[in-house]
């Protein structure tokens, strides 16, 4: 196992808030059916990442330990959360 935090560098975040703000979403089509995501819906969706306090974020995760542990040649990210109860909590891959 080894020590880990997320760190995302400022480069990759103002790439993403400049992709999210270029993104040209088509209106509904008239023929949308009732189920599934309108264009009103992905358009807030769209906002709200955009505009997302990732560094906060960020900060608040990185105040629970965090490691990588080689599980059968693969690293695996996992936070240890409560560690009176020792409850391990996995990442999921990719």
């Known amino acids: 196992m080894r020590p880990f935090q997320i760190s995302v560098s400022d480069q990759v975040l103002e790439d993403l808030r400049e992709r999210l703000s270029r993104s040209r979403l088509l209106p509904d089509s008239p023929r949308r059916p009732e189920s599934g995501m309108s264009s009103e ?22 105040e629970h330990p965090q490691f990588i542990a080689d599980v059968q040649g693969t690293g695996i990210h996992f936070a240890h959360l409560l560690p009176d109860f020792h409850i391990v909590v996995p990442s999921f891959p990719g």
Request: net charge neutral; glycine share 0%.
């Open 41 to 62: 819906y992905l358009s807030e969706l769209v906002s709200s990442w955009r505009d997302f306090d990732s560094r906060s974020r960020e900060a608040r995760l990185n």
